[in-house]
């Protein structure tokens, strides 16, 4: 399955690293990254595949571990967008 | 995968975080006609046992949803079968079913349950009025169960017995809950033209035609049109800013098809309707009031209102249907003054009375919606604005519906608060001549003429 993972913040270094360290640790693999800084505010999306058995808890961590560094997290269905923007 | 591009997901994530895009509710429907009993109280085990039984899961699904898909699911609700069917075969104390089904509701942990109703549009059997009088007892006594009772329908006109115990029940039920603000009114619906597939509470009930369980969804999202509206300036047209509004809808109501549809896999329930509908909450910035002031009015209730309103709801079918294989409910634009901050505003302002409300339930859904009156408005007063409101719904093909709270020990001006999403409404002017005569002579309004259409 796959799922959106967006990242909102103030920029500083390890960002990336962080959030990719993370996935890494809950084996969720990356597909896709983009990223911009505006300003001081850095934003990612990444579209990643979320390994087999992903359950409610493998989504909202992940927000929670975000939330922890001041960054906000969300872990998304990939459904959700393809829904909303693809007719 | 498909191409979804940073700005469509950004999008999304906007609307959730800073527009409060919601899936409102999603609500399971449950046909009790197989707990019916002659003896009260094994029908009352058989009503608890297949509502725990059938939606012991709708809420632990929901929180999967909402954290898989990152979409809040405000409420997870309830409907039934109108319970008046199973007390016609049971008799014995009607309360005792609202005791049941609240039981029910909160072993299972949804937020509201709907269905101690009874449709008494054409006549009312001795049986459903002993029902009917125990509304008042039954919502004073329980905290989940919501009430419905539906007193008129085109085809079959107004029931004017029904609309006159109404008044009565609508005054005692806020007699009997005056220590809480009159709260039980806020669970209280008296309907026409009422729908079978409603997933919005207090209304809701699981139509006799309706399958053995379904599941239905309610989405929302005002404050995603008011900032839809908003970019799109004042130099747009009104039909431009129609065709902004769609495309929003449409959005919208794709979100609350794919909740539907992966709820109803999850829980192994079909899926019913998505109802699309524009639900205020009392949340800053998540009210249809405020729509109607991006539009371009001052406040809702000035000249253009009912107008704007039309548009709006129009627009929002229109939006929808595309984007759902089956809707149904209430769908369109719902103006609870209690519940919307910008309704709420108006109200105390003096731009929005009870009579211009009355004039945009002809252009939207669904009717005086959370209104509180002055506590001392007479049941005859009560029944008039009912069959007023009947009436809008029965020429015109639509459902209406009234949620009147009359606010026993307060006058105009006053406020009531009833906390969580019904919010706090400011009591409201009503006329104070006197419809009694009108009233008392009970009998039918005549189901309208179909032809001659002006």
Do not use: W
Request: proline share 3%.
């Amino acid at each position: 399955m796959k799922a959106v993972i967006s990242v909102v913040g103030r920029d500083r270094t390890g960002i990336l690293a962080f959030v990719s360290a993370k996935c890494a640790e809950r084996g969720i693999n990356i597909v896709d990254v983009t990223q911009k800084t505006l300003q001081d505010l850095f934003t990612m999306i990444m579209i990643v595949e979320m390994p087999e058995g992903s359950d409610a808890g493998t989504f909202s961590d992940l927000k929670n571990e975000g939330l922890a560094q001041g960054l906000a997290i969300h872990v998304m269905h990939e459904d959700i967008f393809n829904a909303m923007h693809v007719v | 995968m498909r191409v979804i591009n940073e700005d469509n997901i950004l999008e999304t994530i906007r609307m959730i975080d800073e527009e409060n895009l919601d899936v409102r509710t999603i609500t399971m429907g449950i046909s009790l006609l197989d707990c019916a009993d002659a003896d009260i109280s094994s029908s009352c085990d058989r009503i608890v046992r297949k509502i725990t039984t059938r939606a012991k899961r709708l809420v632990s699904v929901a929180k999967e949803i909402e954290a898989e898909y990152g979409i809040p699911i405000i409420n997870q609700r309830i409907t039934v079968t109108p319970v008046s069917m199973l007390y016609e075969a049971s008799g014995g104390d009607p309360v005792l079913y609202a005791k049941a089904l609240d039981k029910a509701a909160k072993e299972v942990e949804a937020s509201f349950i709907g269905g101690f109703s009874a449709l008494v549009q054409k006549g009312m059997s001795a049986g459903e009025e002993r029902f009917i009088r125990s509304i008042p007892e039954a919502l004073a006594c329980t905290d989940k169960v919501c009430s419905s009772v539906n007193v008129g329908s085109t085809k079959a006109g107004i029931n004017m017995d029904a609309v006159r115990l109404m008044g009565h029940v609508v005054r005692e039920t806020a007699v009997l809950t005056a220590d809480r603000d009159s709260a039980g009114c806020s669970r209280l619906v008296v309907f026409c033209n009422a729908v079978e597939d409603n997933p919005f509470m207090a209304g809701g009930f699981h139509g006799v035609s309706e399958p053995e369980c379904v599941v239905n969804t309610g989405v929302s999202g005002p404050g995603v049109v008011r900032e839809a509206v908003r970019l799109a300036g004042h130099g747009a047209s009104i039909n431009e800013i129609a065709e902004v509004i769609k495309k929003t809808a449409f959005k919208i109501t794709r979100m609350g098809q794919l909740v539907a549809s992966v709820a109803s896999g999850r829980l192994g329930v079909p899926f019913g309707i998505v109802d699309l509908t524009l639900a205020a909450t009392p949340a800053v910035g998540d009210s249809v009031a405020e729509i109607l002031e991006e539009i371009g009015l001052e406040a809702a209730g000035g000249p253009g209102t009912t107008a704007a309103l039309a548009m709006l709801n129009d627009a929002v079918k229109k939006g929808g249907v595309m984007a759902s294989s089956s809707v149904g409910g209430l769908s369109g634009a719902f103006i609870p003054v209690s519940e919307d901050q910008g309704m709420i505003r108006a109200a105390e302002s003096g731009v929005l009375g009870i009579e211009k409300l009355e004039a945009m339930t002809a252009v939207c859904s669904v009717g005086l919606d959370m209104v509180v009156i002055p506590g001392d408005s007479t049941e005859e007063t009560i029944s008039a604005i009912i069959a007023d409101e009947a009436a809008i719904g029965m020429v015109n093909g639509k459902t209406t519906a009234c949620r009147l709270i009359p606010a026993i020990g307060k006058k105009e001006g006053d406020m009531l608060h009833f906390g969580g999403l019904m919010g706090d409404g400011p009591v409201m002017s009503v006329k104070t001549s006197k419809p009694d005569v009108f009233i008392s002579r009970g009998g039918r309004i005549p189901a309208p003429i179909h032809s001659l259409r002006n």
